[in-house]
């Protein structure tokens, strides 16, 4: 049986915003959150946009701390797969550079070392070494997707978090990410949150299902069971919506 590589129990989370007479006014966004993620197993996290998705990403991540209850990780701290990976890419420096950066700011590898494990990962995710030296900008839409996944993985996490990774891309396109995403899963034994709004993506790639409705999980299954014999009415509407 496998083991979980992260756990999240009863977890809460809030914003605060300014109300009448300068008063701190607390919003809670996200209520009682309990899930876990398995070794190798790819969880798909479904709801319309605002729901609390990336609230959940960014608190699981370390990026907002305003929560109450426990995330605990079994891994070394999980990285992110953003959905736009231009806006994530610093578009004056190479792509060998950007690759790189993780590798500098951990400090352990020689600058060879560095460079040889930059070319593997850039070969790894689909892209020659001749990438490494172009910019951003000279890319298509998803070949920055691809460098966005070798930032990801070029510390060698276990553990993924996929924020709409493939919703700025055209079908086609998708196809071939959620495939590499698919194959590296296999050759990297990876586990992953996929974070998506599009109901047909989370059927291919997803092992379980989450769905997300005001900042609740109201109901998370096998996918074949989500798709097939949704329990609330809430998941019949967006399954429903999605065969349109």
């Not at 790819?42 to 709801?47: A, P, T």
């Not at 790639?205 to 009415?233: H, L």
Request: charged share 25%; with cysteine; aromatic share 6%.
């Amino acid at each position: 049986m496998s083991e979980p590589v992260l756990e999240v129990k009863n977890l809460n989370a809030y914003y605060y915003g300014n109300g009448v007479l300068g008063k701190k006014l607390k919003k809670q966004v996200l209520y009682d959150i309990n899930f876990e993620v398995q070794e190798g197993e790819v969880l798909g996290l479904v709801g319309e946009s605002g729901c609390g998705k990336s609230t959940l990403a960014k608190t699981i991540l370390g990026l907002h701390a305003d929560y109450d209850g426990e995330i605990i990780h079994h891994t070394n701290r999980p990285q992110m797969v953003f959905q736009d990976p231009k806006g994530s890419l610093n578009p004056a420096k190479t792509v060998g550079w950007i690759v790189e950066e993780p590798l500098r700011a951990y400090g352990k590898y020689s600058p060879e070392e560095r460079r040889k494990r930059v070319i593997d990962m850039l070969e790894r995710v689909g892209l020659s070494a001749k990438y490494a030296e172009r910019k951003p900008r000279e890319l298509s839409g998803g070949q920055r997707q691809r460098v966005g996944i070798a930032v990801a993985l070029i510390q060698r996490p276990k553990f993924i978090i996929a924020d709409e990774p493939v919703s700025a891309l055209d079908v086609t396109i998708q196809a071939q990410i959620l495939e590499l995403l698919l194959e590296l899963r296999r050759d990297l034994d990876l586990s992953y949150l996929f974070i998506s709004h599009d109901l047909n993506v989370i059927r291919q790639i997803s092992d379980r299902v989450m769905v997300m409705n005001e900042g609740r999980i109201i109901e998370q299954d096998t996918t074949e069971e989500i798709f097939t014999s949704p329990k609330t009415e809430y998941a019949k509407t967006l399954i429903d919506a999605s065969l349109l």
